[in-house]
């Protein structure tokens, strides 16, 4: 729908951008019973941070399994659509915004008295506890907070790189943009031990790479972030590209959803791993 | 000695072989420019796979697309009688793209690969029975551009809804390519599945040449002639949702082919529509070549979409075309 779509690009924009917004210094948070959540990366951290019936809504998108990470675990809660109309009705005493796209709502929420937390959303990996502290800080959860940052961190200590092999990968996404230098993914395939072919293809934070190069000069490891037939979109024709399937028929591939490193939440810890899965493999075979 | 054929003076012949000598060499040029390289064979598996699998399908499709914008446009600047008609300004290729959004959108395309191009066909033929029921067959040169103007709209409006309905967060990203149409990384499945269609359009249009050249004289010197002004209709109809139809569906809106190309070919073809057909034909495949390689020339690592190109190119022609119009038409 037109606000999913829009929330994502606001996402893409954010990764194009590099913006990161300061956080507001807010008053010490009390425990807010009420919350509301506009955005689904904070939807994903308010989830795993406080008890279900705090929360008073969420977006539609936390239940969709296409771009959420914990899509049955948002099941049976209350939905918005982002409205500032919308939000009043619900009287929340805490609403998480995401740093794009809601502007205009955050600022009308906020003359009309509501307390709106701007959660940033995380340019690389080191960006992920920041985005948890905030959300937990802000919902008075400082110590689960914790303990998600420690589990998060310790998981991404096991995804490190134990010897200097460096195996080049691509993430080759709908409408054959690849994430480039300087993007969320970019930190993530670095973390796992991997060099980004992207930048060799000239391109920048995001970009679409030919298929021409992709064959010219292939990754060792190709990861595609969706599957041709997940959404019905003219633009998913390049991952139907017979030169995709023999790209995968030929070198490593894996399949990477978009929705395991779409947000900058502790779950990016699973594409991680995989990624990190996925370099031990090449490794052993190297040798 | 060849038998001369009635009407194909040596004059015609010279034209319609530098043309078609010429798309033949635009033709290899589009096959040896790309990221991997300059050339035509490029060692190793890899290389072969680059030719045959990515160079061939972007060169056969900018060759039978630009074919078909060229002489769709011919067709109907003749067929009209009007020298702003051109598919995608009088809302046919605006047509083609709603229903090629429909057939994927709806998921008919991925039941039946063939529902996309069938799509494109159905959208292109009702979009422009619509025009021409709304400018009225004798409906000046405004009338229809006007027409065409709203049923652009209207498929504009729709195909934004239908994507804006969809649960696809690629939405607005999807609307470009709709709307500036690319010939990047297209794949010789969908070479199979629109060149039937749009050669069988092609064939349909070169059959009113003769009709054409009929109607410089008016309606009544045509059909005591003997043509059939009715089956023209329908052949240059039904041609035209055939190739632009088939040929949209594939790579999305590029425009003004078919207002360029019959106009700076016209002089040379001795202002005849019948020899302007085949002329434009070879003409627009000649353009859209040209200029599929210089986009990659000129930017080889952003992926410059060639609608964006016909675009920059078409538009300034289009104003240049509506001040002579409103001159010749001035009181």
Redesign the interface.
Known sequence: ??R??FA??GLMAAALLGAAPALASDPPPAKPLRIVSLDLCADQLLIELVERNRIAAVTFMAADP??SAIPQKARGLAVTRGAAEDVLRIDPDLVLAGPFGVSATVDLLRRLGKRVVVVPQPQDLGGVADAVRSVARAVGEAARGEALVADFERRLAGVAPRSAFRPTAVIYQ???SVSGPGSFANSALAAAGFRNLAAD???SRG??V????L??Q?PDLLVLASEA?E?????A??L????IG?LRRRGASIELPWRLWLCGTPHVIEALERLGAARGRLEARAR | MMPRLPGVEARNVRLLGALAAAVVVAFLLSLSV????FGLS?PGE?GA??FR???LPRAVLGALIGGALGLSGAALQGYLRNPLAEPSLVGVSGGAALG??LA??L?LS?ALALALPLGGLLGAALAMLAVLALAGAHGGPVTLILAGLAVSAIATALISLAL???????????MV??MMGSL???????VWIAAPLMLAGIGLLLTVARALDALTLGEDAATSLGIDLARTRLAVVAGTALAVGAATAVT?IIGFVGLIVPHLLRPLAGHRPGLLLPASLLGGALMLLVADVALRLLAP???LRIGVLTALIGAPFFVWLVLRTRSELAP
């Open positions: 729908m037109a999913r779509s994502l690009h296409a771009v709908v409408g054959g293809y000239r391109l970009g679409q030919p298929l021409e190069s064959l010219a292939p037939n959404y019905r979109t003219a633009l024709d390049n139907r590209h017979p030169v023999l | 790309g990221p991997a390289g490029f890899a796979l680059i699998e990515i160079r090629a959004v994927i959108h998921g991925s804006n309905l969809s649960q696809n967060p690629f939405a607005a990203v999807e390519f709709w990047a990384d297209r794949s010789l499945t969908q999305g690592w952003v992926e």
